[in-house]
C-alpha cells in the first residue's frame, strides 16, 4: 500500500520541522538512477531516522514517479522520463 505524496514542502515549513527537536524528521539527500541511460536524479527528502534505506529511496522514487515522469517497475528498476514506458 502507498500512501499519497504530500505536497512539495516550502523552505519555511523545512526549516520549522529541522528546527523542532520534537520532529522526527530530518532531509536526507536521495539519488535515483535510471537503468536504462544512467541518468541521476539527486533531490533533497524529508525522512524519519527510523526508516530502512530502502523506505528512504522508496519516497524518493514515489516523488519521481507521482511529479517527475519517472516509472518504477515491480522488479526494481527505475525509468527517466525519457525511458518511462519503454522496453529496456
Known amino acids: 500500500m502507498t500512501s499519497p505524496t504530500p505536497p512539495p514542502l516550502t523552505p519555511e515549513i523545512v526549516t520549522a520541522i529541522v528546527l523542532d527537536p520534537d520532529s522526527p524528521l530530518y532531509p536526507d539527500q536521495i539519488t535515483v538512477f ?3 541511460c544512467g541518468v541521476e536524479n539527486t533531490g533533497e527528502y524529508m525522512v524519519s531516522e527510523d526508516m530502512t534505506r530502502t523506505e528512504r529511496l522508496a519516497v524518493a ?3 519521481l514517479v507521482q511529479n517527475e515522469g ?3 517497475t515491480g522488479d526494481g528498476d527505475d525509468f527517466c522520463p525519457t525511458h518511462a514506458g519503454s522496453a529496456a
Open 34 to 36: 535510471c537503468d536504462h
Open 61 to 63: 522514487r514515489q516523488h
Open 70 to 72: 519517472w516509472e518504477h
